[in-house]
């Protein structure tokens, strides 16, 4: 009802304009985009379109996707299709309908078929990728491991197959595939977070300990100072402190062993004041300004350590 009553407020000539201006921003309205592209659409406004109806028919045709509206989305993609019948665009589209209504089986043969004429066709090699997650991970992994054979700066798809490798517990791989995308992305904070779980779910744990500290330190943490707030700034920084803390948890933790025996380069006495850091930074700075209450979240924090 309230969509309905949105819509009839809207000019088609203020949904169009709306729409051209949301097809240059990153994130994806799919619930306005189909209610406006659905008002001119129906209202017969296609014309005023111009030049812009095939950029406009894929647009409302993906959001259609999104919201599970596959006669519309039918009917974009039909259109689309006419217009532009060799199109790699079109052609994934043809096979993101088929997913959607789970015939993920036709989709793939779909796009094996077109790759079966241009192994190039990368828009196309993607949705094949994404149908194999779905069907089977292993080829999925093979498919990868050939894509980033030939496109190896692509750095999604090394997040996407390090994703892979964890869903089927082949932590090892895991950790040499974003050991990978570090270097062609060594600042992003989320992937060396990714890293150092890796690790520690391998047990190599001061490797862990030291990723995690790479993470405060990309994220605006002062772990040299042991006073203050720690200089918070912005990232996966609290993931992060919980890592450490739970690497130091035990007295006999292999990160005070790794110090003691020099294979850290970190003395066993900066390790306890990072880990008095730590605690600090949980108890009273971590959860600031949280929903639950800055109390509340204390308390629960002493609880577990």
């Not at 779909?110 to 089977?136: G, H």
């Not at 992003?188 to 391998?202: G, K, M, P, R, W």
């Amino acid at each position: 009802m309230a969509s309905t009553a949105s819509s009839s407020k809207t000019s088609a000539s203020q949904a169009i304009e709306w729409l051209a201006q949301q097809r240059r921003r990153p994130d994806r309205q799919s619930a306005k985009v189909v209610e406006y592209g659905t008002l001119v659409l129906e209202g017969g406004h296609v014309k005023a379109l111009k030049d812009d109806v095939w950029a406009f028919l894929e647009q409302v045709g993906i959001a259609a996707l999104d919201l599970g509206k596959f006669d519309l989305a039918q009917l974009c993609v039909a259109r689309l299709n006419t217009r532009f019948p060799d199109s790699a665009r079109v052609t994934a589209m043809q096979g993101m309908l088929l997913e959607a209504r789970g015939e993920a089986s036709k989709a793939l043969k779909l796009y094996e078929d077109v790759l079966a004429q241009d192994k190039t066709n990368l828009t196309i090699v993607k949705r094949q990728i994404a149908v194999l997650k779905s069907l089977d991970r292993q080829k999925a992994i093979e498919a990868l491991v050939a894509y980033l054979d030939t496109y190896y700066a692509d750095p999604e798809g090394w997040q996407e197959m390090a994703a892979l490798y964890s869903e089927l517990q082949m932590h090892q791989q895991a950790a040499f595939t974003l050991e990978e995308l570090l270097v062609i992305v060594p600042h992003n904070s989320f992937f060396v977070l990714q890293y150092a779980e890796t690790l520690y779910t391998l047990a190599r744990l001061p490797e862990a300990y030291k990723a995690y500290l790479r993470v405060l330190e990309m994220c605006g943490v002062d772990v040299s100072s042991t006073g203050g707030q720690g200089g918070l700034k912005s990232g996966p920084w609290v993931r992060a402190l919980w890592g450490l803390k739970l690497l130091q948890e035990a007295p006999s933790s292999a990160v005070v062993a790794a110090s003691a025996a020099g294979s850290l380069e970190v003395k066993v006495e900066q390790a306890d004041a990072i880990d008095r850091l730590v605690t600090d930074l949980l108890l009273n700075t971590a959860y600031h300004g949280s929903s639950l209450g800055a109390k509340s979240t204390r308390e629960a924090a002493r609880k577990i350590m």
